[in-house]
């Protein structure tokens, strides 16, 4: 454990921290705060925009430097701070960022293509996608990776079998079932989160199509849901721990003043095969 010239304080702004997706990061933040010798100042913003930034306020009073998990605040409203002489670390952005802001990412555009590839090899050509909020950096590069592993298997995109959805239970399930009543519904969907998968299957389950004989399905994040729901569920596995302890290290490395080749890390996702994904049913 390396210890600093004097104990420093990291302050950490989360929009929550009892949840599945938040707890993991923060695990690794823990762990690489405690590691390097320091304090962690939690302050959680409950994904309220002026809390955030008055908790921000706060902390560049109290800390020596901040991580900002999903924050709230724009690209634009971020870059002045980066004249304020206060380091931050953005993990898992918002919103697309200005590439001088440093950051910490998933590679979701790469887990994307995994995904679209795992149900290509399968067979399938009519492979639906359930994305999250547009604009979203993490929609948005998940739509890129969707896309391109499309044309790369040369497979037209077809955008009816896109659709917007939040990320949650409820709206997977209802973005579900529409896709299921196009007049030639996909054989495959891959949904941008675990919670919009589970609520896919949801939806099967009152149309009366089998997981994976009728549909596949593959989600992204590999929570703790992915195991308990029947049929478990394919799908990409995020690093969580390791955003948060590579956010936390290259803070450090900032406030002591090091150089630092690139302000944006991304992290490898892992496609996870499990019992949600099988050859689509053949023609009679």
Same mark, same amino acid.
């Given at each position: 454990?390396?210890?600093?010239?004097?104990?420093?304080?990291?302050?950490?702004?989360?929009?929550?921290?009892?949840?599945?997706?938040?707890?993991?990061?923060?695990?690794?933040?823990?762990?690489?705060?405690?590691?390097?010798?320091?304090?962690?100042?939690? @302050?959680?913003?409950?994904?309220?925009?002026?809390?955030?930034?008055?908790?921000?306020?706060?902390?560049?009073?109290?800390?020596?430097?901040?991580?900002?998990?999903?924050?709230?605040?724009?690209?634009?409203?971020?870059?002045?701070?980066?004249?304020?002489?206060?380091?931050?670390?953005?993990?898992?952005?918002?919103?697309?960022?200005?590439? @001088?802001?440093?950051?910490?990412?998933?590679?979701?555009?790469?887990?994307?293509?995994?995904?679209?590839?795992?149900?290509?090899?399968?067979?399938?050509?009519?492979?639906?996608?359930?994305?999250?909020?547009?604009?979203?950096?993490?929609?948005?590069?998940?739509?890129?990776?969707?896309?391109?592993?499309?044309?790369?298997?040369?497979? @037209?995109?077809?955008?009816?079998?896109?659709?917007?959805?939040?990320?949650?239970?409820?709206?997977?399930?209802?973005?579900?079932?529409?896709?299921?009543?196009?007049?030639?519904?996909?054989?495959?969907?891959?949904?941008?989160?675990?919670?919009?998968?589970?609520?896919?299957?949801?939806?099967?389950?009152?149309?009366?199509?089998?997981?994976?004989?009728?549909?596949?399905?593959?989600?992204?994040?590999?929570?703790?849901?992915?195991?308990?729901?029947?049929?478990?569920?394919?799908?990409?596995?995020?690093?969580?721990?390791?955003?948060?302890?590579?956010?936390?290290?290259?803070?450090?490395?900032?406030? @002591?003043?090091?150089?630092?080749?690139?302000?944006?890390?991304?992290?490898?996702?892992?496609?996870?095969?499990?019992?949600?994904?099988?050859?689509?049913?053949?023609?009679?």
């Amino acid at each position: 454990m390396t210890t600093p010239e004097r104990i420093r304080h990291i302050g950490v702004l989360i929009p929550v921290v009892f949840d599945d997706f938040f707890s993991g990061i923060l695990g690794g933040i823990s762990d690489a705060v405690y590691e390097h010798g320091m304090w962690l100042v939690l @302050r959680p913003t409950r994904h309220d925009h002026a809390r955030e930034v008055a908790l921000l306020n706060q902390l560049k009073q109290n800390t020596d430097g901040a991580v900002l998990v999903l924050p709230e605040e724009s690209s634009e409203e971020l870059v002045p701070a980066l004249s304020d002489r206060y380091p931050f670390v953005v993990c898992d952005p918002l919103e697309p960022l200005d590439p @001088r802001i440093p950051s910490v990412v998933a590679a979701n555009a790469y887990g994307a293509e995994q995904a679209v590839e795992h149900l290509v090899a399968l067979g399938h050509r009519r492979i639906g996608a359930i994305t999250g909020p547009p604009g979203w950096a993490a929609t948005e590069e998940r739509r890129r990776g969707y896309r391109a592993a499309l044309d790369a298997a040369g497979i @037209r995109f077809e955008p009816e079998l896109e659709i917007e959805a939040d990320f949650d239970f409820d709206s997977g399930a209802h973005a579900a079932a529409a896709l299921l009543a196009l007049a030639e519904p996909p054989t495959a969907i891959f949904a941008f989160s675990d919670l919009i998968a589970i609520g896919a299957i949801r939806a099967t389950r009152s149309l009366g199509v089998a997981v994976p004989a009728d549909l596949s399905i593959v989600g992204f994040d590999d929570s703790s849901y992915a195991t308990v729901v029947e049929p478990q569920l394919t799908t990409v596995r995020q690093p969580l721990a390791e955003l948060g302890r590579r956010s936390v290290d290259l803070l450090v490395r900032l406030i @002591r003043g090091d150089e630092v080749e690139t302000p944006r890390l991304e992290s490898t996702t892992r496609l996870v095969v499990r019992e949600t994904t099988g050859p689509p049913r053949p023609h009679t």
